[in-house]
Every structure is written in C-alpha cells, then in structure tokens.
C-alpha cells in the first residue's frame, strides 16, 4: 500500500548551513501511531515538520503524498493533502485573530471545505470535535480569544485539526508555552485521538519526558541527523547514543535523589570536529579517533532500534532508508 | 539563625474597574543567609509579582497595599526613591525570564557592567573595569572576549550566564531568580543552574528561585514555597514536599510533571487556575480539589503550621 507520506533522501540547507541531512521516513497510517521527533534548537526537529507539512520544500529529495511528488500535486490532489495533514503549532496566541470570535477558526474551515450539509451539522460537528479534546463548547463559542486561557486556545487547535477528520497531524511543540499543569491534559488529548480516532501523529518536541509519557517511537536528532530512533520505552530507559544519554540525565527529576547539580554533564573533549565526522563529537565523553573524520551510520542494535555511534558498530548497520523498519505502530 | 530577608503579610492589589484584584494576598516568609528557596506555582498564581514586590518595583495600577519587606534588619518601605535604586543590585539582585529581552542590544557586554557600576556610585578606570567584568565573566564560566561582544553574538545560554554575571557584580545578599531556565534547553538548562549554584556557593548569598517546574525545584533548593491564587498555600523543606506534600494542590503540581520512570503516569489538574478578580468562596483551590468537603466552600483556610518547619494552608493539612 503506498504510504500516505514519504519522505525519500530529503536534506534542506540554508545558505551554506545544513538544517536536516539525508533523512528518509514514511508514514504508514494505516499502522496509526504517535512519533516523537526530539532534539535541542537547530536539531533540525521543525524543519522536518515543515517539510511534512509542504510549507518549505527540500533542497535535495523527495515528499511524495500518496506517491506523487508533492511539488507537482493537482489543484484537486493539492485540497485532498489539506484535508489529510493538518498541523498544530507553538503558540496559541499567534494563531488567533484579536477581533474575531473563536468560532471563526472552526467555520471556517467547515466552510471551505464543505463538510457538513447545513448550519447545524457543522455546529454538530464543531460541537463534538472541541469535546473530543476534552473542551465543553458552550464554555468555548462566542467567546473571543483573550477570554479563553492558553491552554483552552491550544485545545481548540486540536479541534480544529480533528474536524478536518485528518489521516496525520503534525504538532509542533503544541505544549511548550502552556503551563506545566496543563500539558498533561492537551497531551491526553492528543493520545486519544490516535488510539480512538487512528489519527497518526508527529508530535515535535525539545521535552523528552513528555515525549516518552505520549508517543510510541522516538527519533532523536542532533544538528540535522537521526542519532537514535525506535520504541519509546527502549530509548528512554536504554540510551544507546551519548547524547540521548546526555538529554535524559539533563532532565531534573522529582526525587530525594539530588544527584542533578553534581553530575559532570556535557563536557567538551580534546575531540575536533570535522565537516566529514560524527556531529556530536566535541561533546562526546566516548569520542574515538574515527569519530572526528567519519559519519556513523544507524546501526541496528535491536529490531525495534538503531543509534547512530560507532560503539554500536557490532550490529548490523540499517540501511539508508530503512529508518521505518524500527519504528512500531501503536499496540491495539 | 537570623533571616537575611523577611517578608511579613505582603498584599499587592490591582486596581481594576470591578474592584481591586489581590495578586499577592497576606504572604510571609523568611529566607535564611545561603539559603536556596523555591518559589512555585501556576501562571497567575501570583509568584512573579511577589518577587517583583519584594524590589518594589510593581508599576500601576499595581501597588503594595500592605506588609513589610526587610533586608538584613531594613525596612524596605521607609526607604526613599533613592535608597531603594542603591539596594537593587547591590542588596538584592534580580535574574529575569527571558534573558535575551533584559541586556540592552545596543550596547557590549563590558557597557553593561560599567552601566551597573556607574549607577551604583563605583567610579573605575577602563582598566580596572576589564579586569573586573573577566573576572565576573569567569566566574560563571564565560571566556573575557565575551566582554566586547553584543548581545545578539551570545547564545541564550551564554546570556543567561551574562544576567548572572551582573547580578553578582556588586555581591549582592540576596539573589532572585525568575524561571532563569525557561527558555533553554534542559542541557544548557543543567549547565545555567550549576553555574547559579556555584557562584551563590561562593559569594554565600541567599536565592529565590521563582518558576513552575517541580523537578528543578527538587534539585535545586532547599525549601520550597508553594503558590496559588495569590497565596502561600504551603511552605516546607523540598524533601517534606516531595515526600509529603500537604496540600492538595501541591500534590497536583508534582503529579502533572512528566516522569520518565513510569509511562501514563502524568496527569493534568482539573479545571482551571480561578480569575483573581473572582475567586470561589471558602478555599480558592476547591473546585478542582479532589479531596474537597462541605467546608472547603465557605471556609477560607488559614497558614498554619502543620509540622515543625512546615505550614500549609488546608483544613485537612
């Protein structure tokens, strides 16, 4: 069955700056899950997103939307992708109009898109879709968006996605500007979609914890390369690559235990770095010599797993291409 | 021993056309010399303002309408215009959130030192301003040609450490720091925090550490102050806090971080921080309080003290 999404080779550059290199996925929704993308400032984590999303296009490869380049899509297939990819973004308070009621990012497109038949289906429908993220719409319409809290704008976000009955939704930090009290409940949301609705989704992120309480796989990138990818569970509490060691022991925890502030953390090595060798070596605490003039590759260190780090080099190595044969859909 | 800092009922009230908001609501508390204190609590909740207060520096239609402030044994209200400038900086240094916003972009990073020290009455030579600023610079970890660079060629990392560098440049007593590490990643955010440590370490100062993660509070300070509504709704050593947590609402704040020992265990609190200007009779957490009883919605629970060193506001504490 061909993919809904596929990303084939794609690398975007900048001028001369690389801001995601090589990187070839798909996205398989008849298989629905939740995949993190996670990665500090410049990982290359929003490029990806925007690229998926056709808002930037690659400066090398391909997107193919159910096989057809996405620079060539057909006006009708070009309205079809609207329909199945919807996003979330950071901020929600960018996103709304001062001067217009909430309502007016729901109609609108139920309008555009004709998805109800009259008025009232469309109340309906706006109706059950702010519930299913947990909103309770007359709490919600009519009023105007300084009346309503971060997280309720953000919420209305996803309903605004989910109305458009979409195959994939990419979420990009959809909770970093809400309060910490609040995330949980946006990201329940979140998860219920995938799980009662098969909405496959991409949910982009520099918060680890959060990524491992929601998704089902995990890619970590650092400066434009996968550095590990596979099943959440495996990465969190086995990290093969140093620096998915280095982000999790970075995350203060709330424990008796305060090991936090003494730890040596991210120390820089003799390691220099080249354009040609592993991205991460000047911070790695086990940097080789080859890891200076050589680009580790994926290697498969378990089925549902690869790390890109030449400590793994006994495994075989994943092919290019292949990153798909370690993520798993979500269990059913 | 002592406190160094001692903040007995402060209220500050916003005036607003439907009647006055209380932001911070008849909040006391005293900071120990070198002690680390947390200050937590959800947007709104009235943390940010308390620590502004606490400088005097809430602008209209805000205005401190009761309480008292002291440092060292002065109060800070009988001061003048004047003598509260000279005790910014000097007695009590602040870090603001968002570092990239509080340096002047005009301006290098050495002018912004010789800013604080010119304000502050310190007449210095360009020679004795080089070597001090490479001294506070290598203090937190930055190397000296940071000094003539502006602010735009820093990482938000190296910012925030520039913040910290001019917060301590006249050796203050007291430290506030208001979510220094929100806009950092956690790696940077490890590296900020264990700078802040260190330098409070070595100047023997006293830190309020304001913000709303409770995993950073745990590893960082000493005693945590929790804060809802406008209010101190508990206040206690961080390992009574995460052991025992007296307050409903504090066990909430603990449970909605994200842990990355067991997978679903995060959970969200129910409903809704309460608007100041409106807030629910009795006690203003119960409507999302799962333990809530009868009384909770008439009765506004007091600060009591629940346990030596530990208070709490709850009638079941």
Known sequence: MTPLLEAKHVTKRYGTNTALSDLSMSIDTSKPAITAVVGESGSGKTTLARMILGLVPPSEGQVLYQGQDMARLSGAQRREFRRDIQAVFQDPYEVYNPFYRVDHVLTTPVRNFNLASSRAEGRTMIENALRAVGLRPEEILGRYPHQLSGGQRQRIMVARAVLMKPKLIVADEPVSMVDASLRATILTSLRKLTDEMGISIIYITHDLATAYQVSDNILVMYRACVAEAGAVERVVKHPQHPYTQLLISSIPQVSTTRDWLDDEGDQKTAATPSPHGCRFVERCPVAMPKCSTTLPPLYRTEPARAAACFQHEASPELPNGTLNEVLTPAPS | ?317
């Open chain 2, 1 to 317: 021993m002592n406190a160094i800092l001692k903040v007995e009922g402060l209220k500050v009230e916003f005036e607003h056309p439907l009647g006055a908001v209380k932001a911070v609501d008849d909040v006391s508390f005293a900071l120990l010399p070198g002690e680390r204190l947390g200050l937590a609590g959800e947007s709104g909740s009235g943390k940010s303002t308390m620590a502004l207060s606490i400088l005097r520096m809430i602008k209209p239609p805000g205005r401190i309408t009761g309480g008292r402030v002291s440092l060292d044994g002065i109060e800070l209200s009988a001061l003048d215009h004047e003598g509260i400038r000279r005790l910014r900086l000097a007695g009590i240094a602040m870090v603001p959130q968002g570092s990239m916003n509080s340096l002047n972009p005009f301006i290098r990073i050495k002018a912004q030192f010789a800013d604080a020290f010119r304000d502050h009455g310190l007449k210095l030579t360009s020679a004795e301003l080089e070597t001090r600023v490479a001294e506070l610079l290598r203090t937190v970890g930055l190397p000296p040609h940071v000094a003539n660079l502006y602010p735009h060629e820093l990482s938000g990392g190296m910012k925030q450490r520039a913040c910290i560098a001019i917060a301590i440049c006249l050796r203050p007593k007291v430290i506030i720091a208001d979510e220094p590490t929100s806009a950092l990643d956690v790696v940077v955010q490890r590296q900020v925090m264990e700078t802040l440590a260190r330098v409070q370490r070595d100047l023997g100062c006293a830190i309020i550490l304001v913000g709303h993660d409770m995993g950073l509070m745990a590893q960082f300070v000493d005693r945590l102050g929790v804060m809802y509504a406008g209010r101190l709704v508990e206040l206690a050593p961080i390992a009574e806090i995460i052991t025992r947590p007296r307050h409903p609402y504090t066990q909430a704040l603990i449970s909605s971080l994200p842990s990355l020992e067991k997978r679903g265990a995060m959970q969200g609190i129910p409903g809704l921080a309460p608007l100041l200007r409106d807030l629910p009779p009795g006690c203003a957490f119960h409507p999302r309080c799962p333990q809530a009883q009868a009384r909770c919605h008439t009765e506004k629970p007091a600060v009591r003290e629940v346990a030596p060193n530990q208070q709490a506001a709850c009638h079941f504490a």
